[in-house]
């Protein structure tokens, strides 16, 4: 009651009697506050966490605003960082470009390393201070400036750092306030760090920001590129022209290749006739044998012999006459072999026995024409007495019956006792005359005999015709002409026949059978140490080059290689 009385003003003066004796004011406590139960307590805490959730809410709705976007592909982005200091920018220091929109997501692909994020469009913003171009609204007005807000950013601009404003604190993550200008340059960064001032450098060659030549390559260096023209191409870099390595020493085809030019390179492809990759072309080459035949009688069948070589499939067989397909016109090389002659069981006779020419010529052939060949096979052996059949001659023919090269058979032997004149084939046309025995045939015909007692064996057939039988036909029988077959003679005695191609059988007892060839080899008298004749040979090629006596033993042989 007293402490109310003396707050109490005087009616009259309006001074209280507290104020008049001590000359201040009256200082009153508050009220005692009542505490609140803890029920009121509990809603209180309940609406505050509401409020905090709510606004939660309300952020994160304005954050992830669904509505459209402006961006379009192509454009260039600066994507917000995830983690920030005083130090770092609020956008990432590196460009972005937008690959994909989804109404208010996009994927951007960072330029620097080729990296894409798919996120909220929200997040992101156009780079218009640091790329000029027309791809959004906002760079419509050429005359309005894109100023940011934020000094950092402006430091990822390339902007003059004086520009900075100096009223920023550079410490955001401080809340105190200041007011002294000392503080604030204080807070303000008196360097500006090296990840902030170099901006991050961006690859000229994976942006596709260079002017390299489409066949240069472009290779990146610090701050720069250069250009240089790709392999096969010559140029600085920027413009960058074929070169033509087929007019150069620079292709490494081969000599019987075309080169072939290509852009920013060549290729070899081997000329027609040859086979290869280019660079190795070999020339086509057939070898034809006697597909194992023996004795009289020519090959009945192919067989797989030619399986897998050049001339595979080009080559037919009739009464044992190969006939071959010319598969490429030009010029080819011929080498003809002509079978030896047989031998008889006296030690000498297999060393000494006649052997066959070898004639080499080039000719001239038209792709599709036919060529006959006859392969000369071996003459008979006796291996009970005296006398061997004579080898055959190989023939190569077109098919209008024109010889155009031919070597001739050896002459048989009968107990032979070193190397005698005329037993091996000729090189010339004519039949040999051998030792001991008659005349050789002439002129493409094959060897005649005389009729008497000496001449047991059988002339070797020619080109034209047969050989002559020996002693009235009771000898050894002459070898066929080509043009009569080229059967070999049969023998009359022992199995000494001739070979096929010509050669002249053998009596069998004495009397050695001639060669066959282009004329055939004269027969062998009936006396010890004596042979028949080698058949003669033709060539109708050029560049020649022809030998007697190739051959000891064995059948004949035709190899027939492309020149060009």
């Given at each position: ?25 009256v200082i ?39 509505t ?49 994020l ?21 760079r ?9 807000e ?13 520009s ?28 500006i ?51 033509n ?17 290509t ?17 190795k ?40 006459v ?70 055959g ?53 094959g ?35 080509f ?82």
């Amino acid at each position: 009651m007293l402490t109310g009385y003396r707050s109490t003003p005087h009616p009259t003066t309006e001074v209280a009697p507290y104020e008049a004796l001590m000359n201040r004011q009256v200082i009153t406590k508050l009220d005692h506050q009542v505490r609140e139960s803890s029920e009121n307590a509990r809603d209180t805490a309940i609406n505050k966490r509401d409020e905090r959730y709510k606004g939660k809410t309300k952020k994160n709705a304005e954050n992830r605003n669904t509505t459209e976007h402006n961006f379009s592909v192509g454009d260039r982005v600066l994507l917000k960082q995830k983690k920030r200091s005083k130090w770092s920018t609020t956008y990432e220091p590196a460009f972005y470009t937008v690959a994909r929109t989804n109404r208010s997501r996009i994927a951007a692909r960072r330029i620097t390393d080729g990296q894409e994020l798919y996120g909220d469009a929200s997040q992101c913003k156009i780079a218009n201070a640091l790329i000029q171009d027309n791809t959004s609204e906002e760079r419509d007005d050429p005359e309005k400036e894109i100023i940011s807000e934020d000094w950092r950013e402006k430091i990822l601009m390339n902007s003059n750092p004086q520009s900075i404003p100096e009223e920023i604190n550079t410490n955001t993550e401080e809340t105190a306030e200041t007011s002294s200008s000392d503080q604030m340059e204080q807070n303000k960064p008196s360097e500006i760090p090296a990840a902030v001032t170099r901006p991050r450098h961006v690859d000229e060659c994976t942006s596709n920001t260079h002017n390299c030549d489409v066949n240069a390559e472009c290779n990146n260096t610090e701050g720069s590129f250069n250009c240089s023209c790709k392999v096969g191409f010559n140029g600085d870099g920027k413009k960058c022209t074929d070169v033509n390595e087929c007019a150069t020493d620079a292709q490494n085809c081969g000599v019987h290749a075309y080169c072939n030019n290509t852009e920013g390179s060549f290729n070899c492809s081997c000329k027609e006739g040859f086979t290869g990759d280019g660079k190795k072309c070999a020339a086509f080459k057939a070898v034809f044998t006697n597909l194992n035949a023996r004795g009289k009688f020519g090959p009945t069948t192919l067989g797989s012999h030619y399986t897998g070589q050049d001339h595979h499939r080009q080559v037919t067989l009739s009464r044992g006459v190969q006939q071959w397909t010319v598969p490429y016109t030009g010029e080819y090389r011929i080498e003809a072999i002509g079978a030896s002659a047989g031998y008889d069981p006296y030690f000498k006779s297999a060393k000494y026995r006649g052997r066959g020419a070898r004639m080499v010529g080039s000719f001239p052939l038209n792709k599709g024409e036919v060529i006959r060949i006859l392969v000369g096979q071996e003459g008979g052996r006796n291996k009970k007495d005296r006398s061997s059949g004579g080898g055959g001659g190989t023939f190569v023919v077109r098919r209008a019956n024109t010889p155009l090269i031919i070597a001739g058979g050896g002459g048989g032997v009968s107990a032979i006792r070193s190397r005698r004149k005329g037993c091996d084939a000729n090189t010339n046309t004519e039949g040999n005359s051998g030792h001991k025995s008659r005349s050789g045939g002439r002129n493409g015909h094959g060897a005649r005999t005389t009729g008497d007692s000496k001449t047991l064996a059988g002339g070797g057939g020619g080109f034209y015709s047969s050989g002559s039988y020996g002693r009235h036909r009771y000898g050894g029988e002459g070898g066929k002409g080509f043009n009569q077959g080229g059967v070999g003679g049969r023998a009359r005695y022992n199995f000494a026949d001739g070979g096929f191609g010509g050669g002249g059988g053998a009596y069998g007892s004495k009397g050695a059978g001639g060669g066959g060839g282009y004329s055939g080899g004269g027969g062998g008298w009936k006396t010890f140490d004596s042979c028949a004749g080698g058949g003669g040979s033709y060539n109708n090629g050029s560049n020649q080059d022809n030998e007697c006596c190739y051959k000891t033993a064995g059948h004949g042989q035709v190899t027939i290689t492309f020149l060009e």
